[in-house]
């Protein structure tokens, strides 16, 4: 069992910066692909970006490349997602999600973790 705790949302204004943390507790951190993904009012939930056990490999949607970057601390079983040059359109809850397989990562079945969530709101 993984317990994720997601921090750091919040409202900022279109082209400012947030970074988001997700606590990880419970078995080995490591062992699991970490992802994050959005879901705005009335929309499906959708793949933001995942980070594979090492944090060697990185995946990014479309949408947030070269604006969003993932990091983890195995360390200290945190995730981190930065967010830069936000968009209006990046307002959504932001979800932490853990899986052990790293395939299929941009779909939100097979994670097996996932926290409460965390609201990032850009003003225009």
């Known amino acids: 069992q993984v317990q994720l705790v997601e921090s750091g949302g919040g409202l900022v204004q279109a082209g400012d910066s947030l970074r988001l943390s997700c606590a990880a507790s419970?078995?080995?951190?490591?062992?699991?692909?970490m992802g994050w993904f959005r879901q705005a009012p009335g929309k499906e939930r959708e793949f933001v970006s995942a980070?594979?056990?090492?944090?060697?490999?990185?995946y990014y949607a479309d949408s947030v490349k070269g604006r969003f970057t993932i990091s983890r601390d195995n360390a200290k079983n945190m995730v981190y997602l930065q967010l830069s040059s936000l968009k209006p359109e990046d307002t959504a809850g932001y979800y932490c999600?853990?899986?052990?397989?790293?395939?299929?990562?941009?779909?939100?079945?097979?994670?097996?973790?996932w926290g409460q969530g965390t609201q990032v709101t850009v003003a225009s």
């Open positions: 980070i594979s056990r090492s944090g060697g490999n990185t």
């Open positions: 999600a853990g899986k052990t397989a790293e395939l299929v990562l941009s779909s939100p079945t097979g994670y097996n973790y």
């Open positions: 419970g078995r080995t951190f490591s062992g699991y692909v």
